[in-house]
């Protein structure tokens, strides 16, 4: 059975930091390029950034608004993805998801996400 | 960045009526592979959003066939056949060609 168990959330003040994990089971953690959404108290889906396989580079993108601040990585010997968050603000308030999707080895497309974990940024 | 516009934002639907949600992109979403990366996504309240059309019109496994996808490069239309009570959430296009990827804004389906 696939899980993604994402942790770490909580209360931070305004330019705080926080570290969010997203524990991977079930799949070949390691051939995922992996990604983090976020989604406000009653608004959309907004997506945060990604990091690829490290056999594709391991390389990282952003959105905009968190360039800088946020760093995506992870740790492939202990199935985990990592969002490192910094100079947090009130409009990071969200819940944030890790999710995958692509095509596995037998060509089946999967997609997955966590339940969320959530973050707030308040003084 | 890419917009996703959505339309309509919301709808309510009687049981066994179609319904239809369209996502306009704000530039082509044809990968240089000839393939265009369109997602649609079902959030049912309370919970994390769930796959239901991938690459504009495959169904994802385990989707009933009530759901379909089409469109291309700008335009795009997520259709539900019949509309079922379980059918009810908030529906999201998002598109996999460009940096930053983007979701349109969210379609909230109801039932009458």
């Known amino acids: 059975e696939v899980q993604l168990v994402e942790s770490g959330g909580g209360v931070v003040k305004p330019g705080g930091s926080l570290r969010l994990s997203c524990t991977v089971s079930g799949f070949t953690f390691s051939d995922a390029w992996m990604n983090w959404v976020r989604q406000a108290p009653g608004k959309g889906l907004e997506w945060v950034g990604r990091i690829k396989s490290k056999s594709d580079g391991g390389t990282t993108d952003y959105v905009g608004p968190v360039q800088g601040r946020f760093s995506i990585s992870r740790d492939d010997s202990r199935n985990r993805l990592y969002l490192q968050m910094s100079s947090l603000r009130i409009e990071d308030t969200a819940v944030y998801f890790c999710?995958?999707?692509?095509?596995?080895?037998?060509?089946?497309?999967?997609?997955?996400w966590g339940q969320g974990t959530l973050v707030i940024v308040s003084s | 960045d890419t917009v996703l516009t959505q339309t309509p934002l919301s709808l309510s639907v009687t049981p066994g009526q179609p319904a239809s949600i369209s996502c306009r992109s704000s530039?082509?979403?044809?990968?240089?592979?000839?393939?265009?990366?369109l997602y649609w996504y079902l959030q049912k309240p309370g919970q994390s959003p769930q796959l239901l059309i991938y690459?504009?019109?495959s169904r994802f496994s385990g989707v009933p066939d009530r759901f379909s996808g089409s469109g291309s490069e700008t335009d795009f239309t997520l259709r539900i056949s019949r509309v079922e009570a379980e059918d009810v959430g908030t529906y999201y296009c998002m598109q996999g060609v460009h940096l930053p990827r983007t979701f349109g804004q969210g379609t909230k389906v109801e039932i009458k």
């Open positions: 530039q082509s979403l044809l990968h240089t592979d000839g393939k265009a990366y």
């Open positions: 690459e504009v019109s």
């Open positions: 999710t995958t999707g692509g095509y596995d080895s037998r060509g089946y497309y999967r997609n997955y």
